[in-house]
Each structure stands twice: as C-alpha cells, then as structure tokens.
C-alpha cells in the first residue's frame, strides 16, 4: 500500500500565545509541535505498511521550521517527504492547502492518503475531504479502524453519542483519522540517524501557484474571546474551598 | 550544523583561563542540529511517559520497573549512544549523550541507576576492552539484556580509591583471578549483572575486571538506607574467592588507575548534563506551584522574593546548559578527528577527554552545587509543603545532595582543577607562567586609558576578562609564595579553583547571548542577556571575594595593601540592577510555566 | 430571484437531531439581519413527517429531497444531492449543524461548487458599517476566537456548533411552510461507500445524559490511580464519573464516560471539572450544564471561560476534603 499523510505543524499545546499588532494572526516566536491527529494518522499509516508493506509519504506546507515534523515523521519510519515551503503556506485556506497539496501529488499514485481529523490551529476539519474532492475519490472521516479487504478498505467510523459504523469502500480513498486510533510510537535514535538519508522534496510556491487561487474566507479579526459568564472565583486553603463549594453545592446548585 | 558553529581545530584543556573566544567558537544548546533536537524529543517523551508515571514504584524500590525500563530505553536507543555502531550501539556525539543525560535526569532515582549502567558501567568496556570482551558483552548491554555497574569505592578507601584492599590472584591453574574483599556503594549493586571491578593483583598491582553476577563467589549486600535516590539500588558487592576468567581482566595490570580515572572524567561532564536536567524539572515545578499557590490575596509568584528565586533558578539553568554543551562541543570537535575504527581508538578518545579534565571536574561541581540551590529554593517556595512528602520538592532536596559526593567529592575535583591547571602550567603545556608574568607586567606598568569600547556587551566582556585576570593574579601570587608546595594549600587551591569555575561560567553564559543576540530576534534574545547580566554580576562578586581571601593569605603588610590594590583595580566595574533584570526573566518564566529559554 | 438562506436539517431514520432547531434558529437570527428569506432542505428516505415537522417553523418553504439512495447517509449521494439543490435554487447562504455527518460531506459539497466553507461557527454579526456577514468560529482550540468573511461569490456554507443558538428559540411559523418535493438524480456508480449499521461498543454503558451531577477528570488527574480521587467525589453526590478525551484514550476510562465531540454531550445540574483544560472539543459536550465547577492549577486554562465555580488549585488538595464536606453535608441533611 502506498499511503500519504498530510501533517501539520502546529504551536505546542501549553504554549502561551500573542496575537500580532495587527490582530489578525498569532505572534510567531512560539514552540511548535506536530498536530496531534496527524500524529495518530502517521503511526496509523506506518502500521499498515508493516502489515502489507508498501511506502509511507509524508507531506507538509509551511515555513522552513514546519520541516521539523517531517524529519520526526520520516525518524519514525515514513519512507520519504514531500516540503513545500513557503511562509505564505501558512495563510491557506483549507480549499488551498488541498489545491496545493494536490498539485504537488500529481506525478504519484497513492492507494490512500491520511490525514489528522483536524488541526488544533485553524480547526477546519476540512482540508482532507476537499482533497478528495479535488482528486475524485472516496473519502471517510473520523476513522478509528482500517482494514484492507479485496475490492478496497473496510474503515470504522466515529460517530456522535458514542456509536460507530462500518463502511467498504474503495481505494484510492481519503480518510481523515481519530485520535487515540493506536499508541503512537517513539522517534527511535536508530530511526532518528536512518531518517537523515531519507528523501525530502522540496516544492517552492511557484511550483503549485497556478493551482491555488485567492482565499474564499479570510480572517477579519483575531481576538480573545469575551467572557460570557460570570465566573465566582472561589479562595482559600484546601479545607475553606471545600467547604465553600458544598455550600453551593447545597444553597446555590440545590445538588445536596 | 554544529560543524559550522564549532571550531575546527581543537582547543587546549584549561586553555579558557588565557584565551579570549569568539561566540562562534562555542558550541551552544541553539546550535543543536536537527538530529540533536528529535533526540531530545524522543529523551523529553521516554522521561514523562516512561520514568515519571513509575518513580513512585521505583521510588519503593522495585527495581524489576528500572529494569525494565533499562530495557525499554535501549530498545529506543537511549543507552546506547555511547557504543560503538560495532557493538550494536548508536555511537553519537558526546552533545546527544549529554543531551540525554540532561533529559533523563526528571527523576533523579531512575536516572542515578541508568547513568551508572550507560556511563561508568559500560565505559570501561568500551574504551578499555579486549575485541573479545566487547563482543562477549557490549551488544547485550547495548540492547538492555544485561545493566551494568562499576565497583571502586570500598569502605575505608572513597576518594583514594587506588588505596584498596580488594585483591586478586591468578589460581593455580592460572586460568583464573581469584578477587577477594568488599566493595561499597556500589550503584546498581542491587540487579546488575556486570560489575567493572577494581582490585589490586597480589595486593600491589591495581588493575580491573570484568565480574558477572553469576560467578562464584560474587554476591552483594543490603540495600543502604540512603538520605536520596531512594529509588537507585546501592549495595556492597562481596567477592569472597570470586572465581574471575582470566580473560576478564580488563585493561593491563597495574593500570587499572588509566581506567578509574578516565572514566570519572566522563562521569563528571554526564553528571553536570544530569544536574541541569535535574534543576529543569525542579524549577517548573516550583513555578507550578508558585503559580497556583495564593497568600494574601495573591499567587506568591507576585511577590518579589519569591521571584527572585525562580528567576535565580532559571538562570542556574541558562548557565549550566552553558557550561556542560559548550564543554562537550570541544568534545566533540576534538574527537572528531579520531579514527574511530584505528586499533587505539578508545585510548585516544579517552586522552581526548582527558584533555579537557579541568572542564569536566568544573561540570561537576558547579552542575552539583547548582542543582543543590535550585532544590533547596523549591523546598522554601513550597513553604510547610516543602516539607512534607506528597509534594515533590522534598524528595528533589534530598536527591540533589549525592552530587556533591559522588563522581569525586567536590572537594576532590576542585583540587583537581587548579591541581591540573598548574601542573600543565609547570610542563608548560599550558602557557600559564607567561600569562601571569604579563599581567603582572601590565599591572606595574600602572593603569591605561584605552577608547572606550561602546559595542554591545562591552560591559560584560570587560567583567569576564577581569574575572580571568583576578584568577591569574590571585593563582600568580599564591603560588609564587608556595611554589611547588601548592598542593598542600588546599583552602588556597580551593579559593583559585572557585575562580576558575566562574571564570569559565561567566565567559560561557555570555559567549552563548552574544551567540543569540546575533541569530536570534531582540524579542527572543532578551532572556538569556538577562540572564547573562544577573550570572555575571553575581559571579564576579564571588571572584572577588575569593582573591581578597587568597592574597591576605599570600600576602602582608605593604605588599598586601599594593596587591588588594591591584585586585581593585583589575576588578572594577559598574555595578548593575539586577532587580529589574530578575524580575524580567521571573515574568517570562512564569509566564511559560518553565524555564524559558 | 431573491436572496435567500437554506438550512440543511440533520434526521436519522426519521428523527430530527436537535441541532436541527439551532440551525433553525441561527437562520432565523441571520434573516432577520440580511432580510433574506429562510427556507431548509431535509434530505433522506421517507422523510415526509419530517419535512412537515420542519414546516412548522417560521420558514418560506421546506425542500424534501427524499430518495431511497439518501436512506443510509453517504458522503457521495448527501453532496451531489445537495449540489443538484443549491444549483437549482441558488441561495446566498447554506447553513448545516457542525454535526459528524455534516462535517463529513459539507466541504466535498462546497468544494464541488468551487466555494468555501466556514465551519464550526459558533456565532454570527452583520457589521452594520461595512455590511459584512462576520462569522465567528474559534481558533488555536478556544484560546482565540476569530470573525470570518466569505471573499467569494455566493453560495456561501457554514456550519453552526453544537450550542451556538438556543433551539427553543426557533420561532413556530403562523402557518406551516409549504414543503416542496424536490426530485435529485443519483446515477449508478456515484456512490462509493457501503455503509453498515450503527452500532455501540461498549454494553451496558453507563448514560452520562441522564446524570444529575458528573465529576470529570482531564489531563491533570496525571495518573490512572487518582481516578479513585474523583470517583470518591462522584460517589459522595451520587454522580457519574466522566472524562476528557485523553483519559479514554489511555484506556483509564472506557469510552463511553467521554465528554466531547466525539463523546456524550451532556447538561446535567453539576458539572465539576477536575484538571480540565477546556478544549473545544470537551466544551461542546458539557457547555449545556446548568451549572460548570472548575478546578484546575493553571489560572489561564479555557475552561474558567465558561465555569460558573472557579477553584484555582491543586486537585489533589481540594478534591479529597471537599468529598469529607459533601459525605458530611448529606450525612447531616
């Protein structure tokens, strides 16, 4: 099986985060990390591979810093990456980012491609299924199990309240995958070493240009948001909150 | 990358003290390659969901847990970073073995018994063994089957550890040695299953050998009951007719001093790398708690006191970092030129380090006394709780305080520091005399007025170059008085060896802010220049103090008054305010919630 | 033709999701802005009753596409169904609940007409200078809230959260809209996934929507052992342990204790959050809760956003005497 995952570089969960001066986007002198999902949807891809061998393909968009979870992908056994690289990636709208990635693919011939559900910056969950879209193939998302079969792949979606679903379809197909789908692996030093050697094409902006077009949504205004609430901030010593919540729990909740 | 940023040609042990670097000479944590960065990743992910959820096991001392992560870390090649690819190990840079000492260290159990096996366990083997010995054993230690540990200290010999007791004798089929005698605090006693054993051949000769656990007449003791790292294993290793192959002695006979010593060096520049990892995780808890932690209507990481102090924890780690990465880039850049598969590779790696001995005892002992600081302010931050057990800072203070004994007391390594220092002086390996007898020229010759220098961090150069000067002075004039006698001065070699190592942190913290005041925006250079700024200030105060006690000593009446003088004089600077600057590095730190930089 | 605005209704097997009626709402409210007309769409399989019930609301007309190869949802036949809608009616904008299935087909779908979507909404403005339709939606996991425009030319689509407007604030229609038939072609081949059946994994999972009261656990509880910690409280109310994601997916909890998007959602009485950060994606689980008691050592975590309780401080300090306290209060009431 020849899988792509797309991944996603993304500020570090606890990291403390500025808007800019024009208040239209994050101050960039934060740590980065790998989205989450996309993590879930590398190792989920790798373990295919183990089972029916095949190539891993990593690609990402972003600055020269975003080459970083590449690198980490391709340490924990991805086969080789695809960088395209430029600041201006970042600016995408999820139509775009899928318009690109999808230029940059054309030459390939994937079975299926990955990706993390969604990313825990813009939070579009969107980019993967326009990919599909865009490439006209099937697509799944929120999966949470995979399967080849013989016509294809048999995936288990996620759906609300605690259900799920079997779904065949086939390939090549787009699935957008769950966290917590596997325990995600360590980068071993012997993976890390190996990973140096391994190939990284670089796409530049040019490259995909003519694919992508102006945004369709853009961002006005970033801000924190308002509080809707009014929040009683409860003080004290451990023994005084205590006994100050059971009031409220009592008086205010009625739940004593 | 590091072989951009680092010179080329090696750099003389010791050399710092005479020298002047350039911040490009210097190897720093920014300039960690790409590789460097994932390992440290993959180091940062084993330590939170490996080591952290089990110290409480390991703790109470269930040493199947440390095993097995033993076991586990080797698997993600962790401890084998310093075995030869040959031997079925990683064979890296001394920068990622320190990178990984540095990252382990979150809990100072575990991480006692991990470096005892990775470091002075294995090393000996390493670098001192037969090919035979190091297939026998090196690729089932490279793979976590079988953890090490290393047996010199017995209990009436510590820091004189050549004067042991243990013995050895060839049987009468000469197809054995024969150990015989007692061995103390021996890390990993407890479960390793490969002792380097130091005893002397037919009581004379001291020499090592490589002793499994399963030979006869090998056994080991109780447990001690220890102050901290509880969770490491120390027991007595008994050899009572200890039937040793022959094959196994390790090294020659009568050179088991080559091993023991060299070894310590390498121990030394890990533990300083593990002081500072163990300082990390001490201070961002302290700002956790700080945090949350309210007294009159506020969280106590308002009030300045306390903000002091976390920014003074912040900034031990700024310096460590300094010190132990810019030490192990001369490593590296002076092993890189090795053959590493020449018959001698592993003697000359090991004179390779032993070059820069002076900095690796610096990395101890300043690495032990900083993380002793760092724990002993966790414990006031947390007031009462401090105190007690459930919260961390206790157990922190406690294991903090082995690193000032083990790897060489620090009494023993700052002898060794200015000890080495004048004895390269006296070679004249390392030109000491001439740099003294020209500051001493430059010193009668009276004061002059140069342009003054108005580039940035002229100001903080100047206090490094005068911390150096203070330090020849003060070692130009003690010795001048004692001569060959030195060594016997221990309060004075002492005082000189303080000197030294502040010498060498000062110049350090700064070399790497200028280093990222020039890649680095002004927004994300601030931090560290402040941090360079308080070290400084604080360090030359030290400096000072030190020459004052070292020339009263040396020196009397009016030739003492001209000399203080002089340390006047060479020590001038402007103070600064470092209440603002502390306050800046406290809110960033709290801000992030860690040390920042 | 005039402006209007389509909201797509979500039904299962002839049941309408109550995000349904938030749509309604968020379409009423967005009408009542734009003066555009409202009108809403159901798509299925025998979805008569539903259409009608639809009809109900204040709405200019209801579109029942209605198909046999709409009965099990698929993300091929929902998107071209649509497509053949939007194409033949031409809406300004297209409003969908942000519901799993809506996210699963609405991007295809707004992709197929070249148009972007603006998805998980949680609010909407019109800038009474500019005119601009502003849609706000949260970024960087709710630590940023972000106001959004469409640079395009209509349709627009986006897609509203879970809880972003009140569907009892779906306003009744003085009359039932008419509900218009529209007819879709789905050719052999255009569906490629074969779906199966719902089903639930976990047997006799506990109901976290029936709990009064539910003590939830996130990232701080640290370790799987404290879970006896939070348990203890639950036990102590008579409540429910539940949880964030991570836990479930440790394994600490089974799954189906799990608060979140990808979880129950929930409005119990009490809602006690121990060590929760607040993500997004628990938020839209247990925002419902009439009342959210947060205890959490970081002052600056999300959840104090919405909590009406906030306990800065260790969980580990608070939680156990203040499970003494209740085991007392009740002992004595």
């Known amino acids: 099986m020849k899988i792509l995952v797309c991944m996603k570089q993304v500020p570090q969960k606890d990291a403390p985060l500025k808007l800019n001066e024009a208040g239209t986007w994050i101050r960039e002198e934060v740590s980065y990390e790998v989205n989450e999902p996309d993590a879930y949807a590398l190792e989920e891809a790798l373990r295919q591979k183990e089972k029916h061998t095949g190539e891993v393909v990593v690609i990402t968009s972003g600055p020269a810093r975003s080459q970083q979870v590449l690198r980490e992908a391709l340490a924990k056994g991805a086969d080789r990456a695809i960088h395209l690289e430029d600041d201006a990636f970042v600016g995408l709208d999820a139509f775009n980012t899928a318009k690109a990635f999808a230029a940059a693919i054309k030459d390939e011939q994937f079975d299926l491609i990955f990706t993390g559900l969604q990313s825990d910056d813009y939070g579009f969950a969107q980019t993967g299924v326009i990919l599909a879209e865009l490439l006209g193939w099937a697509h799944a998302t929120i999966i949470m199990q995979i399967e080849k079969t013989e016509a294809g792949i048999r995936v288990k979606r996620e759906l609300e309240a605690g259900y799920f679903q079997y779904v065949d379809m086939p390939t090549p197909a787009v699935l957008t995958i769950q966290s917590g789908i ?48 009014q929040t009683q901030l409860l003080e004290g010593s451990p023994g005084e909150i205590a006994k100050k919540l059971v009031d409220k729990l009592r008086n205010e909740l009625r739940a004593i | 990358m590091a072989a951009a940023t680092t010179p080329s040609q090696k750099i003389a042990g010791g050399s710092f003290l005479l020298e002047t670097r350039q911040p490009c000479e210097v190897f720093t944590p920014e300039d960690f390659n790409e590789q460097h960065q994932m390992i440290l990743q993959t180091a940062d992910e084993f330590a939170a969901q490996e080591i952290l959820p089990n110290a409480d096991k390991i703790e109470h001392k269930d040493f199947s847990v440390s095993r097995e992560l033993i076991r586990k870390a080797a698997e993600l090649g962790l401890s084998s970073v310093d075995i030869p690819e040959a031997y079925g190990g990683m064979e890296m840079d001394k920068v990622t073995s320190c990178i990984v000492a540095d990252r382990v260290a979150v809990y100072a159990g575990f991480a006692t018994s991990w470096g005892a096996h990775t470091g002075i366990g294995t090393l000996p083997l390493v670098f001192f063994g037969t090919e035979a010995q190091k297939q026998q054993y090196l690729p089932r230690i490279a793979n976590g089957e079988l953890t090490t540990a290393y047996a010199l200290s017995e209990s009436s010999s510590g820091s004189d550890a050549m004067n042991c007791r243990a013995r050895a004798e060839l049987s009468a ?71 040793v192959p022959k094959e196994n002695l390790l090294g020659e006979i009568g050179k088991g001093h080559v091993i023991a010593f060299n070894i310590l060096n390498i121990g030394r520049y890990k533990l300083g790398a593990a002081c500072v990892g163990g300082a990390r995780i001490a201070t961002k808890q302290a700002i956790e708690y700080a945090k949350q932690r309210k007294a009159f209507g506020k969280p106590i990481s308002d009030f300045g006191l306390i903000r002091e102090k976390l920014a003074n924890m912040a900034i031990g780690i700024y310096a460590g970092e300094s010190i132990v990465y810019r ?57 009462g709780y ?172 009016d030739m003492m008054r001209t000399q203080m003088a002089i340390l006047r004089r060479l020590g001038k600077h402007e103070p600064i305010d470092t209440i603002p600057l502390r306050q800046m590095i406290a809110q960033r730190v709290i801000e992030v919630g860690k040390y920042g930089v | 033709m005039a402006d209007t605005i389509l909201v797509v209704v979500e039904q299962q ?145 986006a897609t509203f ?68 910690i939070a348990q203890a409280l639950a036990d102590a109310l008579g409540g429910e342990v539940a949880a964030s994601r991570p836990i479930c997916d440790n394994g600490w909890l089974p799954m189906d204790r799990q608060v979140g998007s990808s979880g129950q959602t929930v409005a119990p009485k009490v809602y006690i959050a121990l060590g929760i950060s607040g993500a997004i994606q628990h938020v839209v689980g247990m925002k419902g809760a009439r009342a ?32 003494e306290e209740v085991k007392k209060a009740r002992a004595g009431a």
């Open chain 2, 173 to 243: 089929d000469g197809r054995h040695w024969i150990l015989n005698g007692e061995k103390m605090w021996i890390t990993n006693g407890g479960f390793a299953d490969l002792f380097t054993v130091f005893a002397k051949v037919d009581g004379e000769q001291f020499s090592a050998f490589l002793v499994e656990r399963s030979f006869p007449g090998f056994s080991t003791g109780a447990e001690e009951h220890k102050l901290g790292i509880r969770g490491s294993s120390t027991t007595p290793v008994i050899l009572n007719d200890c039937k």
């Open chain 2, 386 to 557: 401090g105190f007690v057990e459930e919260y961390p800072a206790e157990r922190a203070y406690r294991d903090a305080r082995i690193n000032r004994i083990f790897e060489g007391t620090n009494e023993i390594n700052r002898l060794i520091i200015t000890g080495f220092l004048l004895k390269r002086a006296m070679s004249g390996q390392l030109p000491l005399l001439p740099a003294i007898k020209k500051l001493m020229d430059e010193v009668m010759a009276g004061p002059s007025f140069g342009d003054a220098d108005e580039s940035a961090f002229a100001a903080e150069r100047s206090m490094v170059t005068a911390a150096k000067k203070l330090t020849l002075f003060a070692a130009g004039s003690a010795s001048q008085k004692y001569m060959q006698a030195m060594p016997d001065q221990q309060e004075l070699m002492g005082a000189i060896a303080d000197m030294v190592i502040e010498s060498y942190a000062m110049e350090s913290c700064l070399l790497r802010a200028e280093k990222l005041a020039a890649s680095k925006t002004d927004a994300a250079a601030k931090l560290p220049v402040a941090m360079t700024q308080v070290y400084l200030a604080e360090a030359m105060e030290k400096v000072e103090s030190r020459a004052r006690k070292v020339i009263a000593a040396v020196a009397e009446g």
């Open chain 3, 292 to 323: 959210i008691i947060a205890i959490n050592k970081d002052a600056e975590a999300p959840i104090f956003e919405i909590a009406d309780y906030a306990v800065v401080g260790n969980l580990f300090d608070i939680v156990p005497p203040l499970t």
């Open chain 1, 182 to 229: 596997n325990k995600l692996r360590y980068a071993t030093l012997i993976g890390i070493k190996n990973a140096k050697n391994k190939p990284m094409r670089k796409v530049a902006m040019a490259e995909v240009a003519s694919a992508i077009g102006p945004n369709l949504q853009k961002i006005e205004r970033l801000y924190v948001p308002q509080k809707s609430k």
């Open chain 3, 161 to 228: 959260q879970n809880g972003s407007f009140r569907g009892d604030h779906a306003e009744d229609g003085a009359a039932p809209a008419p509900v218009e038939a529209f007819a879709v072609t789905i050719a052999d081949g255009v569906v490629r996934n074969k779906p199966e059946a719902w089903f639930k994994e976990a047997k006799a999972a506990v109901d976290l929507t029936q709990a009064e009261i539910i003590v939830a656990i996130g990232r701080g509880i640290k370790e799987e052992k404290n879970i006896a």
């Open chain 3, 13 to 157: 097997q002839g049941k309408l999701n109550r995000a349904s009626w938030e749509t309604i709402a968020a379409g009423q409210t967005i009408a009542a802005a734009t003066g555009w007309a409202l009108e809403a769409a159901v798509v299925g399989a025998s979805i008569g009753e539903v259409a009608v019930e639809v009809a109900g609301k204040k709405l200019a007309k209801v579109y029942a596409i209605d198909a046999v190869v709409l009965g099990a949802y698929t993300p091929d036949a929902f998107a071209v169904a649509l497509k053949q809608l939007v194409e033949a009616i031409q809406p300004k904008l297209v409003i969908m609940p942000h519901t799993y299935q809506v996210r699963d087909f609405a991007p295809k779908l707004a992709a197929s007409l070249g148009r972007s979507l603006i998805s998980d909404c949680i609010a909407f403005r019109k800038d009474d200078t500019s005119g601009q339709l502003l849609f706000t939606r949260q970024m960087f996991q709710g630590k940023f809230a972000a106001d959004v425009t469409f640079q395009s030319e209509a349709p627009w689509f």
């Open chain 2, 327 to 383: 030490t192990v880039g001369m490593l590296d850049a002076a092993l890189s030129n090795i053959d590493k598969s020449a018959p001698d590779a592993a003697r000359q790696i090991c004179k390779g380090i032993e070059e820069y001995a002076v900095e690796c005892s610096i990395l101890k002992v300043w690495g032990s006394e900083m993380i002793d600081y760092v724990a002993d302010e966790m414990v006031q931050i947390f007031g």
